[in-house]
């Protein structure tokens, strides 16, 4: 039985469970209409009562004279972060898709979405059939653990287990996980381990042991994971998602402000202890400081985001903040990204000040890493919010040769919602604070997080940057206000079917066979796949054509796969690789 939080029991009885070591008093269960009920002191915090309760009912937990609070373990929450909790059955749906065990890791091509603007979990639902027809495999909902107000990121979430009211009910999300597996879609949840959200979080008066006073986030204090309560609740976190919900796998946000990183090792241990040997379930990290350890232990991939700020600069010329370190020598970098997975692998950083960032990550297969052109930190910590279709509207050839790289290439490909759609509406950072301090200091520290780049150095400038708390910020956002752009929801089309066709089946065991620079802003990868077959990508970023000496080599076998202008294979069997184009040539086995 999990540890924390309420269970409805076969018995008809509801076990409450919570954890607060520096209740002095203890702990009392408050049912709306009956007396409140003493909780048991059991040991080491925590405090357990097992009493009537039907689902449906809500309930807080008095943990002092002065404070009341919602469960932190909460299912379900009657409004907002600050209302009641809600008792919930997880068998009251019933599942249509039993026989779903998932898919293969390598077969992944992931879609990044956020629920609100999709419309909720039935929204997403709804778009499930457009998406399976365009080739996705996996659809990946950025965080819905309860946050305050209706309109967040999901990265102030505050109650890990409760899916956020705002997107809808259990039983919706549910079904939309269950309609998905029905199309043959895995579907994958963001979650955040590192911190809590700064509205709505009661822990530190109750249970003070869960953070860090010695060690900071980015985003406030840290979670303390030397605690065994504390790393029980967040496995057992990883392990509801997986189980209740039927989730295909999870992606850890921000691992690297997770300073006990054994937790991670411990966690995917855990969850796969517990799932039947028979499911595919993928951990997916996103890790800053390119650890690759971690990958040795459980989880399948890391987000890479050293391929997508190489491609970044190498499509805009962008060299301020964290692009300055891909600025000097970026069809180089780009060669290492497609060789060996991660650029930094503890060279230092200028970014950074000189520190050493990441691990040699030559030996792992291409597989170990997801790639994208855009993500929604990438797009949306931007100032404006720009996406690569605004940013590239006068010329599109150099965007099409990077989507075809990233389609075809044999790390594993994530597509932000509306890329597909060739979407030019911006998507910005947003909130729904209700208090008003909070919603100033957000304000302001975003408009100050850009002060030391050049378009934003005057503050009036710096003004112009959307409010994050203002509705209007939330609805600019949305990719599907527009009619998609038919010729890219094709070219994407088109190249997801031979991804699945040509090269999915041959993924399994592919290697790198090398890179090599062929200009300023040109590079050739070549990978060897599971069947012997050599997979070979021509990508020319920049303006001009180019004729590299390496291109005068013999193509004998070689098969044109696709090439991303008509009429660039041609003109690289004659030794030239077109401005803004992506070849790509597959030659069989003897």
């Known amino acids: 039985m999990p540890c924390f939080g309420a269970i409805h029991l076969p018995s008809g009885l509801t076990r ?27 040991g080491e915090g925590y405090y357990e009562i097992q009493t009537p309760c039907p689902p449906g009912t809500p309930y807080r937990y008095r943990v002092s004279a002065e404070l009341s609070v919602p469960d932190p373990a909460s299912r379900l929450q009657a409004g907002d972060v600050h209302d009641d909790s809600v008792v919930t059955a997880p068998e009251s749906y019933v599942w249509r898709n039993t026989e779903w065990q998932g898919r293969p890791w390598h077969e992944a091509v992931f879609y990044e979405i956020h629920p609100g603007i999709a419309g909720g979990f039935a929204g997403i639902e ?26 967040n990121w999901g990265y102030d979430g505050v109650l890990p287990y409760a899916p956020d009211c705002a997107y809808g009910t259990p039983d919706e999300l549910k079904r ?165 997975g991660f650029i930094y692998q503890g060279e230092p950083s200028g970014h950074r000040g000189g520190t050493r960032r ?55 490909p994530l597509i932000f919602m509306g890329e597909e759609r060739g979407a030019i509406t911006p998507f910005l950072y947003f909130t729904s604070h209700t208090n008003a301090e909070l919603a100033q200091a957000v304000r302001d520290g975003r408009r100050r997080e850009f002060e030391k780049f050049r378009a934003f150095a005057n503050p009036a400038t710096r003004d112009r940057i959307p409010d994050p708390n203002e509705p209007e910020t939330f609805a600019r956002s949305n990719p599907y206000q527009a009619e998609p752009d038919e010729e890219w929801m094709e070219y994407y089309r088109n190249l997801l079917q031979l991804r699945h066709r040509l090269i999915v089946p041959r993924l399994e065991g592919a290697r790198s066979l090398g890179a090599h620079v062929l200009g300023l802003r040109a590079v050739v990868a070549q990978w060897l796949l599971s069947d012997s077959a050599i997979l070979s990508i021509h990508v020319n970023l920049g303006a001009v054509d180019i004729r590299p000496d390496w291109l005068q080599g013999d193509h004998e076998g070689e098969v044109l796969l696709f090439e991303s202008e008509p009429g660039a294979g041609r003109a690289l069997y004659d030794g030239v690789l077109q401005h803004g184009s992506t ?3 597959l030659k069989e086995s003897a």
């Open 16 to 42: 409450f469970r919570i954890w607060a070591p520096n209740a002095e008093h203890g702990v009392m269960l408050e049912i709306p209409g009956r007396e409140p009920l003493a909780m048991t002191d059991v």
């Open 358 to 412: 990441g691990e040699p990550s030559a030996h792992l297969p291409p597989t170990s890493f997801v790639l994208f052109l855009q993500n929604h930190d990438q797009t949306g910590n931007r100032a404006m919010g720009e996406r690569l279709t605004a940013l590239l509207r006068n010329d599109t050839r150099p965007l099409r040769a990077a989507v075809a790289l990233l389609l075809l290439a044999p790390q594993i």
């Open 126 to 151: 709804q778009r499930l059939p457009e998406l399976a027809e365009l080739g996705i495999t996996a659809v990946e909902l950025m965080p819905i653990a309860d946050f305050p107000g209706a309109r």
């Open 583 to 585: 070849v790509v040539l």
């Open 176 to 340: 939309l996980i269950d309609t998905a597996h029905g199309l043959g879609m895995m579907v994958f949840l963001d979650v955040v381990y590192n911190h809590f959200g700064p509205d709505g979080n009661y822990l530190s008066a109750y249970a003070s042991d869960f953070f860090r006073d010695d060690v900071h986030t980015p985003w406030g204090v840290a979670i303390d994971f030397r605690r065994r309560p504390v790393r029980q609740f967040f496995s057992e976190n990883a392990l509801y998602w997986l189980s209740e919900y039927r989730f295909d796998g999870l992606r850890l946000d921000a691992v690297h402000a997770i300073r006990d990183t054994g937790w991670l090792e411990e966690m995917a241990g855990f969850v796969r202890a517990h799932l039947p040997a028979e499911r595919q379930v993928h951990l997916v990290l996103e890790n800053d400081d390119n650890q690759v350890h971690p990958l040795e232990h459980g989880y399948q991939a890391q987000w890479n985001d050293d391929g997508h700020h190489v491609l970044h600069q190498l499509l805009t010329g962008e060299s301020e903040g964290y692009y300055s370190d891909y600025a000097v020598h970026p069809a180089q970098q780009l060669t290492r990204c497609l060789t060996d």
